[in-house]
């Protein structure tokens, strides 16, 4: 769904591309043309090189450019807007285009009780193999010696260790890890990211009945809202999301909470006027500096290998998942491969001290 030109405009599929009455017949097949291909294409490595706004005017023109993608692009990214990676983007498009039944009905799906589900079953299943889980222990430094990890400092205690995985995001590891050669301290530093502010409403009233919404209208700083409660039940309450992307540099980053709120809300008063003060039950405002990497062309050759030259030590965070965007699911796969390559790296070295016992045999 789309907020263009004051108005909710249904989107995403064909039927609605030539229904949108703010383009004429040649833009549409233009537009459909190339939301076609995002979707079937299943390479990337051709885009990598190029910007994701020089590709969309090549496929698509300067006035659908301006229409529906600078407004998400330039309050999402503010100065690095025209530098992000036209891989990034297409990932997103056909990751879209292909949560579809059909090619007029969406399909998406959740983890009944939300990401705690999975936070829990990880907790447990931690604690079934003999494993501790400990919170609210930030950790200071990675400790090394002789080039081999050996442990974890926190403020309070030293955690002794084979193997590490660490995924701060990639600003914070060079402190974390002052022993990594200074060529690996630079390709970190060469990541940039942006940051995120959080505001979310619960509401005795529902916004809208879709549970995404892109917005595009002259006024409005906020690329868009995602209303939860139309994916699943939330209690009877309406959740709405509403993320503010900027770099941390930003004004409006520093601004209190109650003033950015009002302005999230007046935007969800204008997507719909019966949405009052008087149906605002709760609010919430978080602040993350790293929320997300900024992708640029050629992206995929400035993240550093996973596997650092400290033995035992591997490092990755959300950018490590281009040309992928973040996500639950590249949390779980990502995870899973470091802590395979930890086990398989215990069975190597364990393999003569089993062949001692099956001599002994």
């Not at 807007?81 to 036209?86: C, F, G, K, R, T």
């Not at 891989?87 to 009905?105: D, N, V």
């Amino acid at each position: 769904m789309g907020y263009f030109d004051g108005k909710l405009h249904a989107w995403g599929d064909p039927i609605s591309l030539f229904k949108y009455p703010g383009l004429n017949l040649f833009q549409k097949i233009r537009y459909g043309l190339f939301a076609f291909v995002c979707v079937r294409r299943n390479s990337w490595p051709v885009l990598e090189q190029e910007s994701a706004k020089d590709w969309i005017l090549r496929w698509c023109g300067q006035s659908i450019y301006d229409r529906f993608w600078k407004p998400l692009f330039d309050f999402k990214f503010y100065e690095y807007a025209d530098d992000i990676s036209a891989a990034w983007i297409w990932t997103r498009i056909r990751r879209i285009g292909r949560s579809r039944k059909s090619m007029l009905e969406e399909q998406l799906g959740y983890i009944d009780g939300g990401t705690l589900t999975l936070v829990n079953a990880l907790i447990e299943g931690i604690k079934a193999h003999g494993g501790r889980v400990h919170l609210r222990t930030p950790a200071q430094r990675v400790l090394t010696a002789d080039g081999r990890v050996t442990g974890v400092q926190t403020a309070e205690q030293r955690f002794d260790a084979d193997a590490v995985i660490c995924t701060t995001p990639t600003p914070l590891v060079n402190a974390m890890v002052p022993d990594l050669p200074e060529e690996w301290k630079q390709r970190y530093d060469a990541i940039h990211n942006i940051g995120v502010i959080c505001l979310i409403f619960k509401l005795a009233r529902k916004v809208s009945p879709h549970f995404w919404i892109n917005i595009s209208v002259p006024g409005i700083e906020i690329p868009g809202i995602v209303e939860f409660s139309n994916l699943r039940d939330m209690g009877g309450d309406t959740i709405v999301y509403v993320p503010y992307y900027m770099p941390v540099t930003h004004e409006k980053f520093s601004w209190p909470d109650e003033r950015l709120l009002a302005e999230a809300f007046a935007c969800l008063q204008q997507i719909n006027p019966m949405v009052g003060d008087v149906d605002v039950k709760d609010t919430k405002v978080a602040r993350l500096r790293y929320g997300q990497p900024i992708c640029e062309p050629g992206f995929a050759a400035k993240i550093p290998p996973v596997k650092t030259p400290i033995e035992g030590l591997q490092i990755a965070d959300t950018c490590y998942y281009y040309p992928e965007d973040r996500g639950i699911a590249e949390s779980v796969r990502l995870g899973t491969a470091m802590a395979r390559a930890v086990g398989e790296r215990a069975i190597v070295e364990d393999k003569p001290l089993l062949e001692r016992m099956t001599d002994r045999a």
